[in-house]
């Protein structure tokens, strides 16, 4: 079984700038999750989809992060502008259904520095 | 709300020898449990969970983890490690049927030869 599939895998950009990544998630994975994940640190949720329809976004800074997964398969997640503390791993996972007790199946991330 | 704790950065321990790495929890309802490993520039892999039943839990790579309710704990354990083992473990918990994944701060385990 193919895994969660993310691009690119490193990025660097300056702050103010835009970026977007890519995720494609396992096969018939209704549920999609976006982490980051800053140097040290565990990863914290930033959205969670079923199907191409939000769950939860409450961590999300919705005035500069944007998510969407139109037709419930492969995500982006925008970043518009930049800020230095978004220098991160950004990982995407999966999982069959939003269920309690579903592992949850992770890409291996794209690294953004911000300079 | 929910929280996890890893109380060691870092655990070190030879090879062969018995392995521990520490989780405490704080949920307000049922919790449901998880651990994963994180290799080098590489995504968390599943090792296993805590739900429900038998309180020893047996994962991948040979990984076993104890829930503890009364002491709020889920601590991984290891009964021989390997060199290979080394690598970065997170502790995760979700409360009750909540969508939430809440992640511990990582415990990195070296083994040495």
């Known amino acids: 079984e193919a895994g969660v599939a993310q691009s690119p895998r490193y990025k660097i950009i300056e702050k103010r700038q835009s970026v977007a990544f890519w995720c494609n998630p396992i096969?018939?994975?209704?549920?999609l999750y976006w982490y980051q994940q800053i140097l040290g640190q565990g990863p914290k949720l930033l959205i969670q989809?079923?199907?191409?329809?939000?769950?939860?976004d409450s961590q999300l800074p919705k005035d500069r992060f944007s998510a969407e997964r139109l037709k419930g398969v492969d995500s982006t997640l925008k970043i518009q502008p930049a800020k230095l503390e978004d220098s991160a791993v950004y990982l995407c996972a999966s999982s069959l259904d939003p269920g309690f007790n579903q592992p949850q199946h992770f890409g291996d991330g794209t690294r953004l520095s911000i300079l | 709300a929910q929280s996890v704790a890893q109380p060691e950065d870092q655990v070190n321990v030879a090879e062969g020898n018995p392995l521990t790495v520490k989780c405490t929890y704080s949920?307000?309802?049922?919790?449901?449990l998880f651990w994963y490993v994180q290799y080098p520039n590489r995504g968390l892999q599943f090792l296993l969970k805590?739900?429900?039943?038998?309180?020893l839990v047996k994962g991948s790579y040979g990984f076993e983890a104890e829930f503890n309710k009364s002491q709020t704990s889920f601590h991984l354990k290891k009964p021989s490690a390997l060199v290979s083992d080394s690598a970065l473990y997170f502790c995760a918990v979700r409360e009750n049927a909540g969508n939430m994944l809440t992640f511990g701060g990582g415990t990195r385990l070296m083994v040495k030869p």
């Open positions: 096969s018939g994975h209704a549920t």
């Open positions: 989809f079923q199907n191409n329809g939000v769950v939860d």
């Open positions: 949920v307000s309802g049922n919790p449901y």
């Open positions: 805590y739900i429900t039943g038998d309180n």
